[in-house]
């Protein structure tokens, strides 16, 4: 039961907000600018493995519970993304969860640039940031 509220609330999260408007017929109706915040934020950084003189960058990045694995958890089939013309590439985050321990979310491959650059979204909390 705690598994389905909590993924309800995960969808719910996502729905775009509703903004009331009155339109009369045959009139004009002017709607002010709007500007509504988000259910979750945003990490940008730059994560790369060294061997030596060689570098690379992750496969995964994932932003986790404290002391959790990626294997803890299964995925909502829930994506949390910025459109493509908001940052360096597209932002796009796959929301997994774990009844007990709660949310974790892995960044997209598309999300990762081939020199470590990335950016990551995740629900407001303190997280593990898990490469590999």
């Given amino acids: ?19 009331a408007v009155v339109v009369e017929e045959g009139a004009v109706t002017e709607m002010e600018a709007q500007t509504i915040p988000t259910s979750y934020g945003m990490v940008r950084g730059s994560i790369k493995f060294r061997l030596g003189t060689y570098t690379w ?40 969860y774990n009844e007990s321990i709660g949310y974790a979310f892995k960044v997209l491959p598309s999300a990762i640039l081939e020199n470590g650059t990335f950016c990551g979204l995740a629900y407001g909390g303190s997280y593990e940031v898990f490469a590999k």
């Fill in 1 to 19: 039961m705690k598994k389905a509220i909590a993924l309800a609330l995960a969808v719910l999260a996502l729905v775009p907000v509703a903004l």
């Fill in 57 to 96: 960058a992750p496969k995964e990045i994932w932003f986790l519970p404290t002391g959790s694995t990626p294997s803890q958890f299964k995925s909502t089939s829930v994506y949390l993304e910025l459109p493509e013309n908001i940052t360096f590439s597209t932002c796009k985050t796959s929301v997994y």
